[in-house]
């Protein structure tokens, strides 16, 4: 009862003390994260078009000849061919809604009326400042669809390394002091257990960009917020 109160006045809410009854070994656990802000160094914006009429043919051929300008759109603002990817392409066939008036004839099978086009693409930008100009041309060139835009980190992984590096120094320092309140030594460690996740900016001021009917599209990148968390379990022993 003594340790649990003292942690309590030590202020650590992720800490736990145990004892392994059928092995004799007493364990604290420590858990931290550390979190790294950096500014994103690519942009990716997904975009496309959605076209219908009662011809399959005629939609895809009205597909077709508007994503054509789009991608002539971005290949006019030097966006290479190997940073835009089809991310989707549907062809949904259109039905005549059901009748609401009672019959006694059984219901025939639902009429087709006409055809939906869907074709979204993903742009990878790594020249942040043409992003509003990219998603302003595209509008222009007749994208009529928006699935969103995010930030990213060519080199993710090092800055990962460093929230998690962060972490991992907090939680030995944390079993350091509690090692010492408590007046017991760190045996070794017997479990490390990591984990990490990318905080990033909303699309929703993307979304209004978007819709934007003239005019600079404004466009904040932000920061992005890599976060780590470390859990350790120690082994102690009385001093």
């Not at 030590?10 to 364990?27: C, Q």
């Not at 835009?84 to 009748?99: E, G, L, N």
């Amino acid at each position: 009862m003594l340790i649990v109160w003292l942690l309590i006045l030590l202020g650590f809410p992720v800490v736990t003390l145990a004892h392994d009854e059928t092995s004799g070994t007493s364990t604290l656990t420590v858990s931290e994260t550390g979190l790294v802000a950096h500014a994103p160094d690519t942009a990716f914006v997904s975009f496309g078009l959605e076209t219908a009429s009662k011809s399959l043919a005629e939609a895809q051929k009205r597909n077709s000849t508007v994503m054509s300008k789009v991608m002539d759109r971005l290949r006019d603002l030097q966006i290479d061919k190997e940073r835009i990817q089809t991310s989707s392409f549907t062809v949904s066939p259109q039905y005549r809604p059901p009748s609401n008036r009672p019959t006694d004839v059984s219901p025939a099978s639902p009429e087709i009326i006409g055809y939906a086009v869907s074709n979204m693409v993903t742009v990878e930008i790594r020249a942040l400042d043409k992003v509003g100009t990219v998603i302003e041309e595209v509008l222009k060139a007749g994208a009529n669809s928006f699935q969103g835009l995010h930030w990213g980190l060519r080199e993710e992984q090092s800055v990962r390394l460093s929230a998690l590096k962060q972490a991992a120094a907090k939680a030995r320092e944390k079993a350091s002091v509690l090692s010492e309140t408590l007046h017991v030594k760190l045996a070794r460690i017997l479990s490390v257990t990591e984990g990490s996740q990318v905080v990033r900016p909303g699309v929703a001021m993307a979304r209004m960009a978007m819709e934007a009917s003239a005019g600079d599209v404004p466009i904040s990148s932000g920061e992005l917020k890599i976060e780590a968390s470390v859990t350790i379990v120690y082994e102690i022993a009385p001093k």
